[in-house]
T-cell receptor, first 110, second 109 residues
Framework: LAKTTQPISMDSYEGQEVNITCSHNNIATNDYITWYQQFPSQGPRFIIQGYKTKVTNEVASLFIPADRKSSTLSLPRVSLSDTAVYYC???????????FGSGTKLNVKP | EAQVTQNPRYLITVTGKKLTVTCSQNMNHEYMSWYRQDPGLGLRQIYYSMNVEVTDKGDVPEGYKVSRKEKRNFPLILESPSPNQTSLYFCATASYEQYFGPGTRLTVT
């Protein structure tokens, strides 16, 4: 099961772009990379998922280099409400085990 | 509305008293899973179920049982709870992405 490593915490200011990088050196060929957001005492919420290169949706972008040993979640123009813990997951598209890790606590300041 | 419901939301119990936390989803998903979350340890998977016929252990299955008799329900059973099972528990279901329930905060004294 591929494990992930993320920075424990990051600080940013409103309006800035935030990039959170995740390392997953043991990613398997069939694994996808998924990012979740979690607010205190709530269940995690799906942000974005990708396999390679770049994926973009209405809230974030996900950049995955060719070797897929890392990935970067990019949040454009963060606001105070983006203060949360962000988790990077690696797992099979058809799901079985998942390893969440400790996540990255993002603190957005005014 | 797509929902994952858990009951109870809060529970205080004593060591050794069997308890069940229920989880139900209305999305007709095959996959369901249970996680626990503890400060500094993030989310750890307890059990998961690929479908009604298949359940398997996650990273921290000790002290827990699960049951998947029907697609929509996936109860978590603690036969003899201990204080180290005091935690915040989340149920999740998935097709493309995982949908998490609101959480159950369990305290075992």
């Amino acid at each position: 099961l591929a494990k992930t490593t993320q920075p424990i915490s990051m600080d940013s200011y409103e309006g800035q772009e935030v990039n959170i990088t995740c390392s997953h050196n043991n990613i398997a060929t069939n694994d996808y990379i998924t990012w979740y957001q979690q607010f205190p005492s709530q269940g995690p919420r799906f942000i974005i998922q990708g396999y390679k290169t770049k994926v973009t949706n209405e809230v974030a972008s996900l950049f995955i280099p060719a070797d897929r040993k890392s990935s970067t979640l990019s949040l454009p123009r963060v606001s105070l409400s983006d203060t949360a813990v962000y988790y990077c997951l690696v797992g099979l598209y058809n799901f079985n085990k998942f390893y969440f890790g400790s996540g990255t606590k993002l603190n957005v300041k005014p | 509305e797509a929902q994952v419901t858990q009951n109870p939301r809060y529970l205080i119990t004593v060591t050794g008293k069997k308890l069940t936390v229920t989880c139900s989803q209305n999305m007709n998903h095959e996959y369901m899973s249970w996680y626990r979350q503890d400060p500094g340890l993030g989310l750890r998977q307890i059990y998961y179920s690929m479908n009604v016929e298949v359940t398997d252990k996650g990273d921290v299955p000790e002290g827990y049982k699960v049951s998947r008799k029907e697609k929509r329900n996936f109860p978590l059973i603690l036969e003899s709870p201990s204080p180290n099972q005091t935690s915040l528990y989340f149920c999740a279901t998935a097709s493309y992405e995982q949908y998490f329930g609101p959480g159950t905060r369990l305290t075992v004294t």
